[in-house]
């Protein structure tokens, strides 16, 4: 006997068939099924709304009972890293007065001993062909052609034409923009401290008696070793016939050997050295600008991506020493005796500008404004 009648197979194929037709004329889209969808949209918002209502204190009763420890580890976490920060914006200040103070007294130039004028950007912004702007400051400011340019994130340009209340600032990118800079890093001072040799009291080191090597990993260590030895005669029993000596004479001592070792480490903070100076060149707004002159050489350390980038300052720079300018983000090698080149991501996002900073700083007499 059939599973369905011959009626029963021909309902199902028309709703099969009815049901295809439905989904293909939803899918084409047709303004009768949209009227009808937004329909019973409208019609049963009202319940939807109604079983949101019901279900959200659940649902948050639900994730506070479940989730209450991540969320109490996630706030401990946030906590301690607000923390740090405050710590380190403490110590950054401090650090910025000592540098500050430690300057005037030893009579060093700094971009804090000039004056500043503050000027927004009014001209156009910068763009691949141009890269200039126009500044609401000019001459009756004080400002000078050749000034440097700053903003908070560090060095911008130079000034390259005055007007008595505007002034037109070239951007570090331009072709035309030269400035000296010097890389600096800062490395370990273990790395600084020459491999210490260890000996035999005779005088001949370790590693030429047996073939063994001796690393430095630490800063300084300094350790003692004491070894002390007792060795206790016993009597003989047989000089003291018919006697019983006591346990304690007649148990053999072991010889004792007692060593005590001290090490001491000390850390050393570490050291920021100059890797070498050279000239930042500016190659469009399209490139990033690459400092030239730099030698390959291992003296401090070979320049790496990500060693910090500042002004040099002398007697032949528009812009006063230890300005940031940026982080090598690049290092190319030429052939021969041309060197290396780096090319340097800036500090400063030359594409964002809006308020600038003119340090009022005029190299000696007789520098070029090039």
């Known amino acids: 006997m059939a599973i369905y009648s011959a009626g029963r197979r021909r309902t199902i194929i028309v709703l099969l068939l009815t049901s295809v037709l439905l989904i293909t004329l939803d899918l084409r889209g047709n303004a009768v099924f949209n009227g009808i969808r937004s329909g019973f949209e409208y019609a049963f918002r009202p319940f939807e709304i109604a079983g949101e209502v019901v279900a959200r204190p659940v649902s948050r009763v639900w994730k506070g009972v479940t989730q209450v420890d991540d969320l109490e580890d996630e706030v401990a976490r946030l906590q301690e890293i607000v923390d740090r920060q405050r710590q380190a914006e403490i110590a950054g200040d401090n650090a910025l007065i000592e540098n500050r103070e430690l300057r005037d007294l030893l009579d060093i130039e700094s971009v804090a001993n000039f004056d500043l004028v503050q000027a927004s950007i009014i001209g156009s912004s910068p763009s691949n062909f141009d890269q200039r702007v126009e500044i609401s400051a000019g001459s009756t400011d004080g ?75 630490t800063s300084t260590t300094t350790s003692t070793s004491t070894s002390t030895t007792t060795t206790t005669t016993l009597p003989d029993p047989a000089t003291f016939p018919g006697s019983t000596l006591p346990e304690e004479l007649t148990t053999p001592v072991d010889t004792t050997t007692t060593s005590t070792t001290t090490t001491t480490t000390t850390t050393l903070p570490p050291v920021i050295i100059t890797r070498e100076t050279g000239v930042l060149d500016g190659y469009g707004g399209d490139r990033l600008p690459r400092v030239r002159f730099i030698a390959d050489s291992p003296q401090f350390g070979r320049i790496e991506p990500g060693d910090a980038v500042l002004t040099s300052g002398g007697s032949e720079s528009l812009a006063p020493p230890n300005i940031p300018v940026g982080r090598v983000a690049n290092v190319i090698s030429n052939a021969g005796t041309q060197g290396l080149e780096l090319e340097v991501e800036l500090n400063a996002d030359l594409d964002r500008l809006n308020f600038l900073t003119v340090v009022l700083y005029l190299p000696p007499q007789g520098s070029s404004l090039n």
């Open 143 to 217: 400002i000078r052609v050749g000034m440097p340019v700053v903003n908070s994130a560090g060095l911008v340009g130079r000034i390259t034409q005055v007007n008595p209340t505007t002034a037109v600032v070239m951007l570090a990118t331009d072709p035309q923009y030269h400035v000296p800079v010097k890389v600096v890093a800062e490395i370990p001072a273990a790395e600084l401290i020459e491999e210490p040799v260890t000996t035999t009291p005779s005088g001949v080191p370790v590693d030429e008696l047996d073939g063994s090597s001796t690393t430095s990993t």
